[in-house]
């Protein structure tokens, strides 16, 4: 038992680490003193300990759910497969980004993301695909178009797979991310739509 309390919890236990850290701080070590009693009468000793643990990133709560509007798009737009309309701005707030050294390896090229300092992000967007285009998240309500996901450079995200790792800075951070409307090979029916998208944080 002593030397599991004396193991440092890494940080990806950091949650249990704290909970057990808290447990043990609640049953007090005691050092009684009664034999020596003075004028406030019998007396006793606490020595209470604890960790304070760094924690990954949070994100934001105004973050969790949002309510993306793409505005109105013209069937002109999406005349041919590929037309894309109006880029939308997805924000991604996080809060309390420690800083400490870490790595993940890019699925996309092979090559590891590695810092000493900042924090790597890894995000996997999770959507239903469209059935023309498995690039493109399906929609409900109209129809012969998906809507694209991008990273801050533009470039493509598949679907259901992790993206390219991010380094954050440690402390408050935005990741930006953008939604476009890209017509498929179905035929166009307009009318209002609507899709749902999941978004995982995985952090090293």
């Known amino acids: 038992m002593e030397e599991t309390m004396n193991q440092k919890p890494s940080k990806r236990n950091a949650k249990s680490a704290i909970l057990v850290a808290l447990l043990l701080a609640a049953n007090p070590i005691v050092g009684l003193t009664a034999d020596k009693p003075d004028a406030r009468g019998p007396h006793a000793t606490f020595h209470v300990s604890g960790a304070l643990l760094e924690n990954a990133c949070s994100l934001a709560m105004d ?67 469209d059935m023309d285009n498995a690039e493109l998240a399906s929609v409900t309500g109209a129809a012969g178009f998906g809507l694209r996901l991008s990273d801050a450079l533009r470039r493509p995200i598949d679907l259901n797979k992790p993206s390219r790792p991010w380094f954050v800075k440690p402390g408050d951070s935005v990741l930006t991310y953008y939604v476009t409307p890209e017509r498929t090979s179905a035929p166009l029916r307009p009318g209002a739509f609507h899709a749902y998208i999941n978004l995982y944080l995985t952090y090293d």
């Open 63 to 129: 973050s969790a759910y949002q309510e993306i509007w793409l505005g109105n798009t013209s069937t002109a737009d999406l005349n041919r497969a590929g037309d894309q309309g109006a880029q939308v701005a997805i924000k991604l707030r996080l809060r309390g980004c420690v800083r400490t050294e870490g790595g993940r390896r890019d699925e996309h090229g092979g090559a590891l993301a590695w810092s000493r300092a900042e924090p790597v992000i890894g995000v996997t967007f999770g959507a239903s695909a």
